[in-house]
């Protein structure tokens, strides 16, 4: 338990509700906290966004503050990196590491997933799942009336299938996407 940069033999992850596997750099991206972490294939950790401080504070890297960090996915094209700040916004991260705004409207987002060349959010208070085209940020309703909304996963196929996790509940839900939506 903590927040300690280093090799994997000396750093420490605090809270990690969301990971993220970035097939481009190989690296794995953490939500840790009020940080997103990045875990080089050598092992090394590294806070790449966050200050650690609790906050909104948009900036570059480490300038950057976040209410609490639940989850980051990566645009494989751009490299853009869309976060989930429980203070009921989407932050997005340029690959430079500049961080701001990209969409608000949430009540404590848990979960992103990207498909489709959507990003999909767990809008956990509202009890929805959201998608938004990643060029225009205009968020639609998917899925409504789901108490407790918390994590979301694609299948790796490209078949459109969504996995909905619920905490509380201890149930996951699936739903098929139509063809059209993809």
Do not use: C
């Given at each position: ?151 979301l996963a694609f299948t790796p196929s ?25």
């Open positions: 338990q903590g927040s300690q940069d280093g090799h994997l033999s000396q750093a420490r992850l605090g809270t990690v509700p969301g990971m993220f596997y970035d097939g481009l750099s190989g690296d794995v991206l953490t939500a840790d906290g009020r940080t997103v972490r990045q875990l080089a294939p050598s092992g090394k950790l590294t806070t790449w966004l966050g200050s650690g401080a609790k906050g909104y504070t948009e900036g570059i890297g480490r300038a950057a503050e976040f209410d609490a960090v639940w989850d980051v996915v990566i645009d494989q094209e751009s490299g853009d990196a869309y976060i989930a700040d429980y203070n009921n916004v989407i932050r997005k991260a340029t690959p430079g590491g500049t961080v701001g705004t990209w969409l608000i409207g949430f009540s404590q987002p848990t979960g992103l997933a990207l498909f489709g060349g959507d990003l999909w959010v767990a809008d956990n208070l509202n009890a929805r799942i959201m998608s938004a085209p990643l060029s225009t940020a205009a968020a639609e309703t998917f899925a409504s009336g789901l108490s407790h909304v918390l994590k490209g078949s459109g299938v969504l996995f909905v996790s619920m905490y509380l509940t201890d149930v996951v839900h699936k739903y098929v996407l139509p063809s059209a939506t993809y």
